[in-house]
């Protein structure tokens, strides 16, 4: 981590200029090693914000809800960051939602930063991306961060998990509740919100809910918030809901506890990803040769690992 | 791998014995010790049964479709395994979806197996666990092995497209094309079935997927083929699809090819899995003290990384 770090992009976050910050979290997608310099210089100066996960599924209404949620916190003084993860393909790259058309409401109030991240190359990459452009926007003095993701797939409910408080927004209609379970989103949930709670279905929506809660065992019992996102409905509540559960994380050890577990898994996955380049860059031909053995059934997978292991990094082979 | 392996349950496995088989699943599922021995002895009598992933968004009708392919199959005389990858909670576990409410029709044909698999534990859990099934019901002696999962999210994407051919299922409606490209399905797909074929939108499906392919640069341009799965529409025009495919692969050396890559994927999979597990395991008190070192801003992230690889495998510190 030796070298010279680009102190004007540095100073430029902390002063909590939008190009700066847009050019950190660019940095960070782009997994530079230029990356790794401005957030070793930038990492001292976070752990201020107060970060909130917005997830469900496709078509819950979660950006509308984001956008309002936004304009409700300016109204306390607050500034904030929106980071969009984008689920798309890992194939292809590149966010589908543009900034541009997102949040216009948002467009000239500077107390605001709205940015999409999409992955670039790995499966494992928005994962250690997010918690990254995270700081950065911490670092940039935004006393709020929401993380907004769809709540699909293994990968993305544990994004949207990586947060202080995480809003789970589930829409009135037979089985949206039973969907989020299957998800895995009943798990993480701090809070519900039960979006265009004007439709039919919402009080059955909001019973299923209650239902499901009952069965869970834990020390905290999640709000349950119904809201009309498109006409402002219920944002009030949200918030005060918000920053209850904000409170009573802030009684006693929680969030500390809550935030070591969080850092915990990141350096986990970041000890691992190291492995994983290792063995896709100086090791990749050595992978080949072993995938065909084993192709061939002249080795079973486990002990080609094992190999890789080895002949990857001499010394490891107390890895197992 | 040394130790006495369970031989009634090898050679149960290998007679094609439908409690074995389900014996050895349910063994990878739990991640036994026992497994690695099993499996051991398996290897060398698998890679001939030629895999199939069906895919799609919830609500496509791939149960449906997989059902019906099932019985196109067996007409051909040849038999098939089928695994239904639940991509259930990586917290809750346990599959949602029954063996035995599903695939009546195969009931008393002892040609077919079928199995729902799920996550159990960790993250990428079902990802190392599914090439295993597949190579049990492949050392069964089954020809073909249908892994069906649904199509959101990176994980479940990434076990869809572990196979010989995969096959994306899409629904007539404006819109779904442009969701299963989100998804990343669209660079996975070696087949296209448009289902529900009978429904409004069905020819503008079609061709959307086809402008979409128009657009991809590549060797292989999959077919599209409608269905009606549940009046077993298409059935015969899809097998026959599969089938082109399939030769096309076995033409020259694509087959091989994209076994090796898959393989390679695979064995990388478990030595990075390898180190996870020792950093949860043996290395889990050091972490948590970085943890709360980087909580407190004392330690960076990736410097907590470093220190746990060095700490957690002594003489791994060329892993970077």
């Known amino acids: 981590l030796s070298g010279s770090v680009d102190a004007p992009l540095v100073d430029g976050v902390l002063a909590g200029e939008r190009r700066a910050v847009a050019r950190a979290i660019s940095l960070i997608e782009d997994g530079t090693v230029e990356r790794a310099r401005v957030m070793e210089a930038l990492f001292p100066h976070t752990g201020r914000a107060y970060t909130i996960g917005i997830t469900g599924a496709p078509g819950a209404g979660k950006s509308t809800l984001t956008e ?61 991306a997010t918690p990254e452009a995270v700081r950065v926007l911490d670092a940039a003095g935004k006393d709020y961060v929401m993380i907004e ?4 797939g293994q990968a993305e409910v544990s994004i949207a998990n990586a947060c202080d408080t995480t809003v789970v927004v589930v829409n009135p209609g037979w089985g949206d509740a039973v969907q989020a379970a299957k998800a895995g989103l009943m798990e993480i949930a701090d809070l519900f919100v039960v979006n265009k709670a004007d439709r039919d279905g919402a009080r059955e929506a909001i019973r299923e809910l209650m239902q499901m ?14 809201t009309v996102a498109v006409r402002d409905e219920g944002l009030d509540e949200l918030w005060a809901a918000i920053r209850r559960h904000r409170r009573y994380q802030e009684d006693g050890d929680r969030l500390p506890d809550r935030r070591r577990r969080r850092i915990a898994r990141e350096i986990r996955d970041i000890a691992v990803e190291r492995l994983r380049r290792r063995l896709e860059g100086d090791a990749a031909e050595l992978l080949d040769e072993l995938a065909e053995q084993v192709r061939r059934r002249r080795l079973d997978p486990y002990a080609a690992a094992e190999r890789l292991v080895l002949g990857a990094a001499p010394g490891a082979e107390r890895l197992d």
Chains 1, 2 share one sequence.
């Open 213 to 226: 809660l009952d069965l869970a065992e834990t020390d905290f019992r999640p709000e349950i918030v119904p």
């Open 68 to 128: 309002r949620l936004v304009l409700r916190i300016r109204r306390d003084e607050a500034t904030v960051g929106v980071l969009a993860v984008d689920p798309s393909s890992p194939y292809s790259g590149g966010a589908l939602l543009g900034d541009r058309v997102r949040m216009q409401s948002h467009a000239t109030d500077r107390g605001v930063f709205i940015r999409s991240m999409a992955t670039r190359g790995h499966l494992g990459g928005i994962a250690l």
């Open 149 to 152: 993701t769809v709540g699909v």
